[in-house]
């Protein structure tokens, strides 16, 4: 049986009071949804995407001062960064309560907090009284969902309930900021810029995005986001594109059937809103292999070939 498409935030809310999935839009992505206190729900989380247990998951809430209530100890850099960019597409990763499950954070001491800035999962978060549990909605290591469309493709067999929120505003995941010893470290770039968060801390901040076989934080291992066929991530696209061969291409137009455009201006927000969408694009058109630009490596062109990178591995 396939999930229910609705556009409810209180059927979510219902459904997810009684330990079952639901597919949730943020800004970012669309997340697959349980109650974070529940061990057996959030085991479903699991099983539904077949993602290993060694990959820990990201509790959302509706304000910082309920997500924060989940964290032993919150640094001051993490509180300052919580007023700037919450709500939004930045995660912090603080020491947990012991009232956060193992299996939530494979184990690890430190628990990934967010509160995410659609209105629709905002609606959900606030009818309930536990914090919500939410991978991206679909199969592990695939490319992440923008709408509703792509969660029923994937995961529409293996869950209860999607709520409808249009089109991902931001189209690629969180920002993931871990604070050891203190000190903020970016472990996965995303939706706030690496320059945002510099502007709001007035101080450096440290990046560690590299692949684990016992992640952090989620979406830290190596080969991810696979559209699989194989990716050549190259500088610049010298050949057009050809029915066993699509081509991408930044900052100009496709010039036929088999290219696609991640912005024909250049524009990092339009290339990350469609990065996920082109992705998958690739992977349902038939083709053998895709070239793909990298782009300019500043502000979210940062987090877009971190994506492109990893879906090449």
Known sequence: MNAIIGTDPEEAARRLRLGQLVALPTETVYGLGANALDAAAVS???????????????????????????????????RRLAEACWPGPLTLVLDRIPAVPDLVTSGLDTVALRVPAHPLIREVLEAVDFPVAAPSANPFGFVSPVNATHVGEQLGDRIDYILDGGPCRVGVESTIVAFPEDRPTVLRKGGTTLERLQEILREPVAVQTHGSSRPAAPGMLTHHYSPGIKLHLVEQVERAGSSDHAVVRFGEPARNAHEFSLSDTGDLEEAAQRLFTILRFLAGGGYREATVPRVPDRGLGQAINDRLRRASQ
Do not use: C, G, M, T
């Not at 699991?46 to 924060?68: E, G």
């Open 44 to 78: 479903r989380i699991f099983a539904a995407k077949n993602r290993p247990s060694f990959d820990p998951l990201i509790l959302h809430q509706s304000s910082p001062d309920r997500i924060l209530s989940y964290a032993r100890h919150v640094p001051e850099a993490a």
